[in-house]
Nanobody, 123 residues
Framework: QVQLVESGGGLVQPGGSLSLSCAAS????????IVWFRQAPGKEREGVLC????????YYEDSVKGRFTVFRDNAKNTVYLHMNSLKPEDTAVYYC????????????????WGQGTQVTVSS
């Protein structure tokens, strides 16, 4: 059974940093693309970025370029989303998801999801 377990959300002040982790079991992340989605209250789930199977970052959301990045540790079967210079508009529930080695900015295509972790950016 495939499970993705997220951790690391919380409350941070504007301009601050936060890191989220997505640990997989039942599946080796090596060779899989990992997408981070987020969903703010009252808004549709949106793609933020995809860490490709070859460990490159493909950004779906222009506003996070230069601020968000993803690193993966295949030995730990874990992917990390590092978020810097956080803004109030980054407030959302963040989800990691995977399906294959191909990135796709459509949450409906993904069968495997983390449980979501709340990120709140507020003073």
């Amino acid at each position: 059974q495939v499970q993705l377990v997220e951790s690391g959300g919380g409350l941070v002040q504007p301009g601050g940093s936060l890191s989220l982790s997505c640990a997989a079991s039942g599946l080796s992340l090596d060779g899989y693309a990992i997408v981070w989605f987020r969903q703010a209250p009252g808004k549709e789930r949106e793609g933020v970025l995809c860490n490709t199977a070859t460990d490159h970052n493909l950004y779906y959301e222009d506003s996070v370029k230069g601020r968000f990045t993803v690193f993966r540790d295949n030995a730990k079967n874990t992917v990390y989303l590092h978020m810097n210079s956080l803004k109030p508009e980054d407030t959302a529930v963040y989800y990691c998801a995977t399906k294959s080695d191909i990135c796709a900015n459509n949450w409906r295509l993904y069968p495997y999801w983390g449980q979501g972790t709340q990120v709140t950016v507020s003073s």
